[in-house]
């Protein structure tokens, strides 16, 4: 159904123009006709971490730094000047790919510079399909509205979705998971699942070996009808192949060199309307290579051929993970874990 088009012979033909209008633009990005129609990539290049100077009552660039934990792969949505959080949770300490015992915490932020309070546990493992483990939250909202799901991962990638009750806080469906991960990737081992809502359709972007970006598509209604009756009917239409490879994506190794991505991980997808009423889909991820590890980003105006921005999101000496950008009061704000004495979210804004 989709596939990339030119995508390597794109960013070497554009990348010097990606890097110069970056660079100069503001949150939503360029004016003039080069943003419209081909090149979606305003806002999505040039972000700086929090300093102290900023927010001097923070343990900049951290936002929630909880200690005894690591916490990552953050999902968010704004309420007025203020942020709510989810993220996964783990005891700190545990060895590299160990995630036995993560669940959802949930947090809020009442103001960015003066940050989250408590974490809380939101949604913990506690159905066999989870097989103990509660990764990669991920929220689903229409636009306008309030939040409509909260997805998750079960430790073998299966998806589970909790919709938004009364009280405002996401509740399990019945015992069943949304998806399997066979699914989604047959055999293969399937990474972070991210999702946008674009009109009655909810898109899921993911992740597939460690190296391929791929989508699934299904009908809103239908998500919504099988979160309150498991016995219903759903149907996900897969993309034939994948929209993006690893190595579309650049990873920095000195001044002078650079090497494609081996390996992606921790994916996050937002759809954007852009000044102009383009709808536009972004997606932002860490690529990996040489030991290195660098936050990127694609950006498409139709959801299936992406064009991955040339150069890292943020500056070198930074090494994050699960980066996910939102709008907030009018600008970009990326949230992503960052490692440092534990793990914890730290957040970045376009100067």
Not at 112 to 128: E, H, T
Not at 159 to 186: E, I, N, T, W, Y
Not at 297 to 306: C, E, K, L, Q
Not at 311 to 340: E, F, H, N
Request: with cysteine; proline share 9%; glycine share 14%.
């Amino acid at each position: 159904m989709a596939a990339v088009i030119g995508a390597r012979a794109l960013r070497f033909l554009m990348g010097g123009l990606v890097g110069g209008l970056l660079s100069g633009c503001g949150t939503q990005g360029m004016s003039g006709e080069l943003s419209v129609p081909f090149f979606p990539q305003s806002g999505l290049g040039g972000f700086r971490l929090l300093t102290s100077d900023q927010a001097p009552d923070l343990n900049a660039p951290y936002i929630l730094l909880t200690p005894g934990l690591d916490i990552d792969e953050p999902t968010v949505w704004p309420m007025g000047d203020g942020l709510l959080l989810w993220v996964s949770a783990q005891p700190a300490g545990q060895p590299d790919g160990q995630r036995a015992g993560a669940y959802i915490g949930q947090a809020r932020v009442e103001r960015l510079l003066s940050g989250a309070g408590d974490l809380s546990p939101a949604l913990v493992p506690d159905q066999p399909w989870e097989k103990g483990a509660l990764l990669h939250p991920t929220l689903i909202a229409a636009t306008p509205g309030p939040p409509l799901l909260l997805l998750y991962q079960g430790l073998d990638g299966s998806v589970g979705a909790a919709p938004f009750g009364p009280d405002g806080m996401p509740h399990k469906m019945a015992a069943a998971r949304l998806l399997s991960a066979a699914q989604l990737a047959g055999t293969a081992a399937l990474g972070s699942v991210s999702g946008v809502v674009s009109g009655g359709t909810l898109r899921l972007y993911y992740l597939v070996h460690g190296g391929e970006i791929r989508r699934a598509d299904a009908d809103l209604a239908a998500v919504m009808q099988v979160t309150k009756d498991p016995a219903a009917g759903l149907t996900f239409t897969v993309s034939v192949g994948p929209l993006l490879h690893a190595a579309d994506f650049i990873v920095p190794q000195s001044i002078s060199t650079s090497l494609p991505a081996e390996r992606l991980s921790g994916l996050s997808a937002r759809r954007v309307e852009t000044p102009t009423g383009r709808e536009r889909y972004d997606l932002f991820l860490v690529a990996e290579a040489g030991g290195k590890s660098v936050a990127c980003a694609a950006s498409s105006y139709d959801g299936a051929t992406f064009l991955p921005v040339a150069q890292p999101i943020l500056p070198k000496g930074v090494t994050p993970s699960s980066p996910t950008v939102l709008t907030y009061q009018d600008r970009a704000l990326l949230l992503l874990g960052l490692r440092g004495a534990g793990t914890g979210i730290a957040a970045a804004q376009i100067p």
